[in-house]
């Protein structure tokens, strides 16, 4: 386990506890967008600035994280969340907070946030062993996804009792923790830069150049942006699921939402067991076949507990896809390109859910949800199928050669 690392436990800990205040800035940060304007596409605006940084810029802030020292990128990534926090805790305060403040705060924290991924990423290599990155991966699965299960409750709580301005406020507390982890680790040698006459474009080109070419992790990005589409797209609509399938309302919606958080927890849990990489090859495909089965029972049931399973277990497979690719990639590739590999995952991961929400639910409404499940279900069958061998027969030759 990786967590029998001392270094690994100490940046876990801030990692888990910055995590759990990132959820609670984004979550207040929609919450004033609705309430500043009442606006649904005001809101979506909103929360396209704070996503779009990391799919759109991922690629080269990966390229940042192979160039400069990961831990003085990190501190200021940190720093620049507690300033921005800060400084939006007391415009909010004084109640002197518009619309287009709120935007430009959410797009700046994007872009710390688009950051922080790749860099926190790349830094298992220098805390943990090489045959300890994939239990590592899993742990910060673990943090990411617990985050995302509390944050979100806690960022209520905060917001009715105390009010946003706290919110914000407690962001930058949280913070601290983090800061202070990344100073008291011991960190493991990185190796130098191949080219140190490169410039960050010509790293970028380079990255690309790289994941296109080599043969695994070309097809391990595919695979978790078809999941990421046609499974986390159909999972995106979940409140209309909760409505239109299952009759329910906002109680059986967060049942719902919590069913897909533990399933997730669940599946990092299992990452963390993984460090076989034939292993991981395997288990990634396979839980994208999972879900395609779980896609086909979501569109052919109407039974409310079935419906709770189903969910439950797409959020595991879903998860277990995602971060069974991504501890694959941080074996597969090479220290020179970490970063850039990573960011690369982080747009395939995170622009995939994001897209195949807006396709999923243009399909939904010319047919209908049940259909939609059951379309994407056959599709991702078949790509997970094909996926699968093609990784299995990539390995083998990389083994006898």
């Not at 995590?19 to 396209?48: D, K, Q």
């Amino acid at each position: 386990s990786a967590l029998s690392n001392r270094n690994f436990a100490v940046y876990f800990t801030g990692t888990l506890i910055v995590l759990h205040g990132l959820w609670i800035y984004r979550l207040t940060i929609s919450w004033l967008a609705w309430e500043l304007t009442n606006s649904v596409f005001l809101v979506g605006v909103v929360s396209f600035c704070q996503f779009s940084p990391g799919i759109i810029l991922g690629p080269i802030f990966g390229a940042a994280a192979d160039r400069y020292d990961l831990v003085k990128m990190a501190m200021f990534i940190h720093f620049g969340m507690m300033f921005i926090s800060l400084t939006l805790a007391v415009i909010t305060g004084l109640d002197k907070l518009t619309i287009e403040v709120l935007a430009g705060f959410a797009l700046l924290q994007g872009m710390m946030g688009g950051a922080y991924t790749p860099t926190r990423l790349s830094l298992i290599t220098q805390l943990v062993p090489r045959k300890l990155f994939a239990s590592a991966t899993g742990y910060l699965a673990i943090a990411f996804n617990i985050s995302r299960f509390v944050g979100p409750g806690l960022a209520g709580l905060i917001i009715t009792v105390l009010g946003a301005a706290w919110a914000f406020g407690l962001f930058a507390c949280l913070v601290v923790p983090a800061i202070i982890s990344l100073l008291i680790v011991d960190l493991l040698p990185r190796k130098p830069r191949m080219r140190e006459d490169s410039n960050i474009l010509g790293d970028l080109r380079d990255g690309l150049k790289y994941a296109l070419n080599h043969p695994i992790i070309r097809w391990l990005l595919i695979l978790v942006g078809t999941n990421g589409i046609l499974a986390r797209g159909v999972l995106e609509l979940l409140p209309a699921i909760t409505d239109i399938i299952f009759n329910g309302d906002s109680a059986e919606f967060a049942i719902f939402t919590s069913a897909a958080g533990a399933g997730a927890v669940i599946a990092s849990i299992v990452v963390t067991r993984s460090q076989d990489p034939s292993r991981l090859l395997r288990l990634a495909p396979m839980a994208a076949l999972g879900s395609s089965v779980l896609l086909f029972v979501l569109g052919m049931t109407d039974t409310y507990w079935v419906g709770v399973i189903v969910v439950a277990g797409l959020g595991g497979c879903c998860t277990l896809c995602g971060i069974s690719v991504q501890a694959l990639l941080q074996l597969e590739v090479e220290d020179e390109f970490r970063g850039r590999v990573l960011g690369l995952w982080g747009v395939f991961a995170i622009g995939a859910t994001a897209t195949g929400g807006f396709i999923m639910g243009g399909v939904a409404r010319a047919t209908s949800i049940s259909m939609t499940a059951v379309g994407a279900s056959m599709l991702l069958s078949v790509f997970a199928l094909l996926l699968g061998v093609t990784l299995v027969r990539g390995q083998k030759q990389r083994q006898q050669d």
